[in-house]
């Protein structure tokens, strides 16, 4: 099946069906035995829609969050009061900017689809996976695609950039400092220091590096020179060591 007949299915369970669990596990059944799809395919093809689903909703969310902070600064700019609008920026979240679903199914569907919709199809399909002991097993035979759970694929995706699994550092980095697209000496931080503690490829361009933090709401086509250690960036490596030493065990 396309991807596409994946996102059908998630969308006509979360509109039809009470029981997505056991909606799930039908239709892969039924798909087995008509198109000789295995468990591991299905369950695959159906995480990597909500990988892609939770995508769209988070750039749609950098891009509002980014508006914000344009009109932020005009009245900055202005001595405007800006109260409201930096209220707004903080309690701003995912689920406020549901997808359209007439857009992203080429008017197949009408309706919206929310963040929190999305997190709920995606626990729904790793906790069939924790539960099928017989799939699990299923991976461990050659020549068979391994089940990956989202931050598997996710860490995939950006290991051309990122050794290992450095890109839940850098996400950490991201989160905690709550960074927009006018946080250009962190992103430059990041770059850097995770260069000098080889957790980024040597071969990594700086040109690839912001053509991946698009990802990330900073749509810019550069980034000023810093030196790590000037003494406004001791603030940020001390908290940059915290982070990676505290993901130790995962970035191994």
Request: aromatic fraction near 12%; proline fraction near 2%.
């Amino acid at each position: 099946m396309e991807l596409n007949n994946y996102l059908k299915i998630i969308i006509e369970g979360l509109i039809e069906v009470e029981n997505l669990k056991t909606y799930f596990k039908r239709l892969q059944k039924v798909n087995e035995r008509d198109n000789f799809i295995t468990k591991i395919e299905f369950y695959t093809k159906l995480t990597n829609v909500t990988i892609d689903l939770k995508v769209k909703c988070k750039e749609r969310f950098n891009e509002s969050k980014n508006e914000l902070y344009k009109v932020l600064s005009l009245k900055k700019d202005k001595n405007e009061d800006t109260k409201e609008i930096e209220k707004e920026i903080k309690t701003i979240t995912p689920d406020m900017l549901p997808l359209n679903l007439m857009h992203i199914t080429n008017s197949q569907f009408r309706g919206t689809l929310s963040y929190s919709q999305i997190e709920y199809v995606e626990s729904i399909i790793l906790e069939i996976l924790k539960n099928e002991k017989d799939l699990i097993n299923t991976t461990k035979q050659p020549q068979q695609k391994e089940t990956k759970n989202p931050d598997e694929v996710k860490k995939e995706r950006h290991n051309n950039i990122f050794k290992g699994n450095a890109i839940y550092l850098f996400e950490k980095y991201f989160n905690n400092k709550s960074m927009t697209f006018q946080s250009r000496t962190d992103f430059r931080f990041l770059f850097e220091q995770m260069k000098k503690d080889n957790l980024i490829y040597n071969t990594v361009t700086l040109s690839q590096y912001i053509k991946f933090i698009g990802n990330y709401g900073y749509y810019e086509t550069e980034l000023k020179a810093i030196e790590l250690d000037a003494l406004k960036n001791i603030q940020r490596t001390k908290d940059y060591n915290e982070y990676k030493d505290n993901l130790k065990t995962t970035l191994k």
